[in-house]
């Protein structure tokens, strides 16, 4: 144990920095939280839990920290309850950001990545990675994490990627991947083709320019509306409905293309749709994804006018070398002088743009490789409809259905040097070589002139392998066998798509137990290759708009097998149920961004506040589905409730020693730490019985919430037990009790010290450091365990939940806050001792009271409690309830001439106010001007105003002020 912690004493001031460190490290020295493999016949329930892999490149931000908040308290709250617990942390490659970074790193000296070349700048991410990548795992480390750390793993280690090269080689042998030049989403600043979901769309302000045609050998044009006319330079055609009358007559026909003087066939096609505009539009196939479609339909070109960087090319004509958007600027000046341009309107552009740099998105035609979906969408989604995997909160099922209901084929090759290289050969005669390993020779024509593909696959990929990569996939391991599936993922909203979905669909495919494959199929897993001739695949079945990035599926050969069963199903999902956490925003619910300035640090926050305290409010406000409004007055807060408990730690401590006892002792009769309730817990009095009904019925609330992820039940009940239960009312009542060195003072301390240890128990997997501190006290520095966080998380014990003692405390706990109340109101000073009278019906309840009169006495400040036997509830300053009636019996004793002086005050500014309200109300140029709300409420001052007068005036004639 940590070197500075002796005997049953604590410092005076909590002080979280001088604690937190320590414990976090002295965690990580012991590794307390390595799990070793349950060998075979090894009984315990398991629990394993994913970390979302943050990106190498990344630093703590508040999502983290309550992601990994929650992570850590279902975590802890398992390892307690006897689970072998495994929560496997990683981090991810992060291929376009961490290019970026070093990319933006080479500039600084004046390189670029070219420069280097490809295996000197993939020599320097590594470097980079080796000095940086490690500190987001550092934080988490000074936060206590308890994940496993001995089995951390970074995406391109190598067992990591030999499981990668192994997924895709089989879905290419299954006819599960293809390459083909289709329209994508082109990000020009990051250099590479993105997915759908890495665009994110935003309305902008944006115009519509309308561009007419002349038709060839005719005096006609045909006029067609654009929001991008820098790519009127790649148009092929010019498409109509062949149900619109207006364009029959032009079936057929040629337009000459503006600027360009080339000949361009009109064409029908459903593309165009006579209600919309003019009914025609432009046909641009290597520039648009409904255009690429409709010029497959018709065998148009396909002409490129911009490069990777979105400049324009040789194709544009005199525009080349432009930018695209100095392009437009020039293209409309030309248009409009040479009267092409006869039309410019305002318009709303939904606008996408690149997730990780922000760069306006082209779509762009483009060489890439691609995963036929929908067979592992087909099995993800029944699984979900089977629920083998449950969302929380519910809607998210629904959301996560009608999304994998309409998916789009996955773009998974990517323009970077930096991530899992695409393990595809190219030989010189055009075949290309999918393999394990590097091929040296073309199993077509003997070459040994072998290129490995350029491209590596999208992050996402080797990501959405993790469930059973981490552990040990390809080779059939006992980690697999023990912790897949794994039991729960907790992540953000904002990966659902990106990560769970893939996850569940790959997980869902690979993990199926193995299928029966026909004799083709068996041959080709034997090898360690496949190859596909040169050339485009077969184009994609006929459809309507393909998605950008997200194509439609070639025809090819298809995966055969048979049917899963449901337990086959159930088996093979990546995890058991999946916990979408809030987001967290500022406190005014604003979402936190770094334009806005409202960004929190947490390890600021901490560094503030302390660990325990940040995550308690995490904890406290992290209601399903509700974001998170963040405010660090709620921090504060929960900094005074550990500042309580540290007190009431250091009250018990003082009553150990002063009895001779050490906490261990007070401990020797609680047995063994898995039961439930706390044994032999001696509950002599009403309070015993009380609060040890309420530990248990806590203890249950707490776990049930647990189960459910409501994890601010879980800390809202804790925070009521432990300050409002415990530490007001149990340490309050208990206290006459340990006065005297005698037998009962030892039996009540030995109760205080075994409730506190099962209370520190409750509160561990919420507020660690602290709690571990106390308990390592409470024993003397010597516990039984190295930590608590390898002690028995509490139980219910039914038996000792006592509702009659529950009720009981209730009515003398609202009996001393009654009198406490009726002291503030008539202003009794807190040293001032007075007499009470109180009027109860039922003899249970008088009883009960006299019982406890010397509680009522202390806490209340009470002189003598004197029983009535009529009901004061028409009294005036009596209290009245449904079990008692009381008053006290108190005449305050004042300066007659001062309360006067005081009362003629009061009395001018009243009158006046009501003058100041007549003369408004009396004034009909105010009445008609001023809102009927300002009259309205002007009008309720003047009553209240009068109600005020008179009461003031009767207390001026009470005390004969002249």
Not at 500 to 507: P, T
Request: aromatic content about 10%.
């Amino acid at each position: 144990m940590p070197e500075n912690l002796t005997k049953t004493e604590l410092p005076k001031a909590y002080e979280p920095s001088a604690i937190e460190t320590r414990w976090a490290e002295f965690w990580v020295k012991e590794k307390l939280f390595s799990v070793a493999t349950p060998a075979v016949g090894d009984t315990r329930p398991v629990f394993c839990l994913l970390l979302p892999p943050p990106n190498v490149t990344g630093r703590l931000h508040m999502g983290h920290m309550l992601n990994q908040t929650q992570m850590d308290i279902i975590v802890r709250w398992h390892r307690m309850r006897g689970f072998v617990t495994l929560w496997l942390p990683g981090t991810d490659h992060a291929g376009i950001a961490t290019q970026m970074m070093v990319e933006r790193q080479l500039a600084s000296e004046g390189k670029k990545r070219t420069d280097l070349g490809r295996e000197k700048f993939i020599e320097r991410v590594w470097e980079w990675k080796k000095h940086y990548g490690g500190a987001i795992f550092d934080q988490m480390r000074r936060l206590g994490a308890s994940v496993d750390w001995d089995r951390e793993y970074f995406t391109m280690d190598e067992n990591l990627s030999r499981a990668v090269r192994e997924v895709f080689v089989r879905l290419y042998e299954q006819g599960l991947i293809y390459r083909g030049k289709y329209i994508v989403n082109w990000c020009p600043r990051c250099v590479t083709a993105i997915s759908d979901l890495e665009v994110k769309h935003e309305e902008v302000p944006g115009k519509l320019w309308e561009i007419r045609y002349p038709v060839v050998g005719t005096n006609e044009f045909i006029t067609v509306a654009t929001t991008r006319p820098e790519t009127v330079l790649g148009d092929t055609a010019v498409a109509v409905n062949e149900r619109d009358e207006r364009y029959k007559h032009l079936h057929g026909k040629k337009v000459l293309l503006p600027l360009m003087n080339r000949e361009i066939p009109i064409i029908t096609d459903e593309l165009a749709q006579p209600e919309f505009g003019t009914g025609a539009v432009k046909v641009t196939p290597a520039h648009d994804a409904n255009d690429f479609e409709a010029g497959l339909r018709h065998n148009l070109p396909q002409i490129e006018v911009m490069d990777e960087h979105a400049r324009m090319n040789q194709n544009a004509g005199p525009y080349a070398g432009l930018d695209r958007y100095e392009a437009r600027k020039r293209v409309l000046e030309d248009l409009r002088s040479q009267e092409f341009l006869v039309g410019e309107k305002d318009y709303t552009v939904a606008l996408g743009k690149c997730d990780r740099c922000g760069a306006v998105v082209e779509p762009r035609l483009s060489t890439q490789w691609f995963v036929k979906i929908q067979p592992l969408a087909e099995r993800a989604i029944e699984v979900v409809e089977k629920d083998y995997i449950r969302f929380t909160p519910a809607n998210y099922r629904q959301i996560y259905l009608n999304w994998m209901r309409n998916i789009h084929d996955w773009t998974i090759s990517r323009q970077l040097w930096w991530g899992h290289r695409i393990p595809a050969w190219h030989c010189e005669c055009g075949e290309i070589i999918v393999a394990r390993e590097a091929r040296t020779q073309c199993p077509k024509c003997g070459g040994s002139a072998l290129t490995q593909d350029p491209d590596v696959l999208d992050t996402w990929f080797s990501s959405g392998l993790l469930p059973f990569t981490s552990l040990g996939w390809p080779d059939a391991t006992r980690d697999l066998e023990v912790f897949y599936p794994t039991s729960l993922l907790i992540t953000g909203f904002d990966i659902l798509f990106f990560w769970v979905a893939r996850m569940i669909m790959l997980g869902c495919w690979f993990m199926a137990p193995p299928e029966k494959p026909g004799a083709d199929e068996r041959d080709a897993r034997r090898s360690n290759s496949a190859h596909v001739g040169a050339g485009a695949p077969t184009r994609p079945a006929a459809a309507s708009a393909a998605s950008l990035g997200e194509q439609r599926s070639p025809a090819g050969p298809m995966r055969t097998s048979t049917a899963l069963t449901d337990d086959e199903l159930r088996s093979s999902v990546p995890f058991r149920e999946v916990y979408i956490h809030a987001l967290v925003r500022d406190a005014e619910r604003q979402k936190m961004s770094k334009t806005k300035g409202n960004v929190l640090d947490p390890i600021q926050v901490i560094e503030k506040y302390g660990t325990d305290a940040t995550r308690f409010t995490l904890a406290a406000m992290s209601s399903p589905g509700t974001d998170i409004a963040f405010n660090e007055s709620r921090t504060e807060g929960y900094r005074a409730f550990a500042n309580k408990i540290w007190n009431a730690a250091r009250f018990m401590f003082m009553n150990v020693d002063r009895l001779g006892m050490c906490g261990a002792d007070a401990l020797a009769r609680e047995a063994s730490h898995g039961t439930p309730g706390i044994s032999g817990f001696q509950a002599t009095t009403l309070e015993d019985r009380w609060i040890l009904s309420r530990f248990n019925s806590v203890t249950k609330n707490v776990n049930d919430s647990l189960r459910a992820y409501r994890f601010d039940e879980a800390a809202n009940a804790i925070y009521d037990f432990f300050w409002g239960e415990f530490c007001d009312w149990y340490l309050e009542l208990i206290k006459p009790r340990l006065l005297p060195e005698s037998e009962t003072a030892r039996a009540t301390c030995g109760n205080l010290v075994a409730l506190f240890e099962a209370s520190l128990r409750l509160l561990h997997p919420v507020m660690p450091f602290m709690t571990e501190e106390i308990w390592h006290a409470i024993y003397d520095g010597n516990p039984p365990l190295k930590s608590l966080a390898l002690a028995a998380y509490p139980q219910a014990d039914e038996s000792q939940i006592d509702p009659k003692a529950e009720t009981e405390m209730a009515i003398l706990q609202d009996l001393i806050a009654s009198v406490r109340n009726l002291r503030a109101e008539l202003k009794v000073e807190m040293k001032q001792r007075v007499p009470v009278e109180i009027f109860a019906e039922e003899p249970a309840v008088r009883s009960l009271i006299q019982r406890n009169a010397s509680a009522l006495e202390r806490l209340a400040n009470v002189e003598e409690a004197r029983f009535v036997e009529q009901s004061m509830a028409k009294l005036s300053g009596a209290r009245h309830t449904a079990r008692f009636d009381v008053r006290l019996i108190y005449e305050k004793k004042i300066d007659v001439a001062a309360e006067c002086e005081r009362l003629k005050k009061e009395m001018e500014k009243i009158e006046k106010g009501i003058t100041t309200g007549q003369r408004q109300l009396g004034n009909e140029q105010f009445l008609a001007k001023a809102p009927p709300q300002v009259v309205e409420n002007l009008r309720k001052q003047q009553q209240e105003l009068a109600v005020m007068h008179q009461k003031t005036r009767s207390k001026l004639h009470e005390l004969g002020c002249g």
